[in-house]
């Protein structure tokens, strides 16, 4: 309250009141890929945009998704499959120009989340002629703008459980220019609907199961530890200004919590047996699930340091992740969270406490009350939770902090720098979104220099 110290003349700034919960249509099954035709058919799709990336073209999924639609008599569609694993500017423009220029009625994303970010990205601009790329990407570094038109229909059928991406308003780039990962947040850019078929991630490498499953996991503990909706500021004069990312609120904890459990449990099994199909399974529905819960409450300090992460990556350690098919660096948008992962809760467990104790429990494998978890003071929860994280990231082979991808100490004001402009999550963290006047510069430093490694 320091902050307020200085008398302000000005009206007091209102917290939100009201939350509001935002999905696609959403359907499971094995083998349902195969419907997708006659679902462009019903929608009376003039001629369809697929997008894919070139690993994906060549797979089941892929193959499948086109075979439905050659099976619909009069269902003309082109095909770009020119998707870059996670999205660049140039590669977003690229796609821009295709879509603007083939002017399709319907748009189907065949992929993980950098197919379906930019084929969100190419239907937003193919309705907006004119815009620029950063009219609508996150304030500060890009514009922001409310998107007021009627985008056309998208269909997302995704081949890893990760992004959630087939059910969020969320598209995610690099800026190469700036080192960093930023994205376009905007309920507008929802699929009409999710296919969400079981068989597709069978072809994913082990790698690619972990690194994408991570995602699942830090989708689930940030939204469900994001501060509370009703502590966001300022509340928007008009519902369309309200963000897509809110803060928790009852209906996202449901979602984000079942995530985590399931991730916690079928992750390692995943990981250990690429046959287990039943623990795939679990981990796509748990993809999906923790993609309603944070696409309505949002994401935190794990994503947003991530983007300097991921970002810095390209010019800086030039890190390459094993078991990924691509001709350019990649620190995994999964394996960039979960560096920072044990600092971080280390770091937020004192603003909700219960919370945390929740998620140390799942970790656990047991329930809040179970003596072991219950009779842990509050003050101490962090600690424990910093350790479970550690110990379970460790179980699945994952890179054991900063320094295992190639930073060094000389990297922290650089990687700081780079999470700063992240204000859209940023704003959701506890202990530095609901402080008034502070950026959150020390405690960034902090968590990074931390994560360097443990
Ligand atoms: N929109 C959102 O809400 C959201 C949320 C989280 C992350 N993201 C973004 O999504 C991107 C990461 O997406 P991702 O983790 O799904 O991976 P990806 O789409 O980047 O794919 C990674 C690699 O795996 C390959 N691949 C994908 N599915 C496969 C399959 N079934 N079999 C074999 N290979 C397969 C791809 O060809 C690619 O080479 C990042 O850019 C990240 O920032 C978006
Ligand atoms: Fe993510």
């Not at 462009?40 to 797979?59: C, W």
């Not at 390459?320 to 992962?341: C, E, F, N, Q």
Request: hydrophobic share 40%; aromatic share 8%; with cysteine.
């Amino acid at each position: 309250m320091r902050k307020f110290a200085t008398p302000v003349d000005a009206l007091p700034v209102e917290k939100e009141y009201a939350f509001e919960v935002a999905a696609s249509n959403l359907r499971f099954g094995e083998g349902v890929t195969r419907e997708v035709g006659m679902d462009l058919k019903n929608m009376k799709a003039r001629k369809v945009a697929v997008f894919t990336d070139p690993n994906i073209a060549q797979l089941p999924p892929a193959k499948m998704a086109i075979a439905s639609l050659e099976a619909q008599i009069d269902l003309p569609f082109e095909v770009y499959d020119r998707v870059v694993a996670e999205p660049t500017e140039a590669s977003w423009r690229d796609a821009i120009q295709w879509a603007r220029t083939h002017d399709c009625s319907h748009f189907l994303a065949v992929g993980g989340g950098s197919v379906i970010d930019t084929a969100k990205a190419a239907n937003l601009f193919t309705v907006y002629k004119e815009a620029d790329l950063f009219d609508f990407v996150n304030a500060p570094v890009g514009k922001n703008l409310p998107i007021e038109k009627e985008l056309r229909p998208l269909i997302a059928i995704p081949t890893t459980a990760g992004t959630g991406s087939e059910t969020t308003g969320a598209a995610i780039v690099d800026i190469t220019s700036k080192s960093f990962k930023t994205g376009i947040a905007n309920r507008a850019l929802k699929p009409r609907l999710g296919i969400v078929d079981t068989l597709n991630t069978r072809t994913c490498s082990r790698e690619l199961h972990i690194s994408s499953g991570l995602d699942v996991l830090f989708h689930s503990l940030e939204s469900y530890t994001a501060i509370p909706y009703y502590e966001r500021t300022p509340r928007p004069a008009n519902p369309i200004l309200r963000p897509a990312y809110q803060g928790s609120n009852p209906v996202a904890d449901i979602f984000s919590l079942w995530a985590l459990r399931t991730t916690v449990e079928n992750l390692p099994r995943v990981a250990k047996n690429q046959d287990d199909h039943k623990a795939m399974q679990q981990m796509l529905l748990a993809s999906s699930f923790a993609g309603i819960g944070f696409g309505n409450a949002g994401v935190h300090l794990c994503h947003g340091i991530s983007y300097p992460i991921s970002g810095l990556n390209k010019t800086g350690p030039k890190y390459k992740h094993s078991g990924y098919a691509v001709d350019h660096p990649i620190i995994p948008h999964g394996v960039s969270v979960a560096l920072t992962g044990p600092a971080v809760f280390q770091f937020t467990a004192p603003s909700s406490p219960s919370r945390h104790r929740e998620a140390l429990a799942i970790f656990r494998g047991t329930t809040p009350s179970d003596p072991s978890i219950n009779a842990i003071p509050d003050s101490e929860i962090g600690s424990h939770l910093y350790e479970a994280i550690a110990r379970f990231l460790d179980g699945l082979g994952v890179p054991r902090g900063l320094k295992a991808v190639g930073y060094t100490n000389a990297d922290i004001v650089r990687l700081v720098e780079g999470a700063l402009p992240q204000r859209r999550v940023l704003d959701l963290a506890p202990g530095i979104g609901d402080v008034v006047g502070e950026d959150g510069r020390e405690h960034l430093m902090r968590i990074v220099e931390l994560s360097m490694e443990y």
